[in-house]
């Protein structure tokens, strides 16, 4: 995996961390706008280390906990009527109906934003 890449899922990582740990069970999202496969990836398996995370398709659930990881790309995936808690996103993704649809979803369920860029 590149550094930059790898740099830039840590700290998408350690955050997405804190936000579950603080705001609990929920839907979170992790955006790929570079590089997709190596970031979901990294992803997958460092959350699967830390939260014995079971994984069915694009998606990540801890049942105990009630947490649901989704995986998108800026190509723009249907979110559905998901209550949105944390987004992270890694690299450039323009203004896509993506990243519009998010943050709609993120200001009716007061979630946050975190842009990782290089």
Avoid: C, N, P
Wanted: net charge negative.
């Amino acid at each position: 995996m590149v550094a930059e890449v790898k740099e830039r899922v840590d700290k998408g990582v350690e955050w997405l961390e804190g936000e579950i740990g603080e705001r609990g069970g929920g839907d979170y999202i992790v955006v790929a706008g570079l590089r997709r496969e190596e970031v979901i990836q990294e992803f997958r398996e460092r959350l699967e280390r830390l939260y014995e995370i079971d994984t069915t398709g694009s998606v990540l659930e801890d049942r105990v906990r009630g947490v649901r990881i989704y995986f998108a790309s800026e190509e723009g995936e249907s979110m559905g009527a998901m209550a949105v808690k944390g987004v992270v996103v890694i690299g450039e993704i323009g203004e896509t109906s993506l990243l519009r649809g998010l943050q709609r979803r993120l200001s009716l369920h007061r979630g946050r934003l975190l842009v990782v860029k290089g």
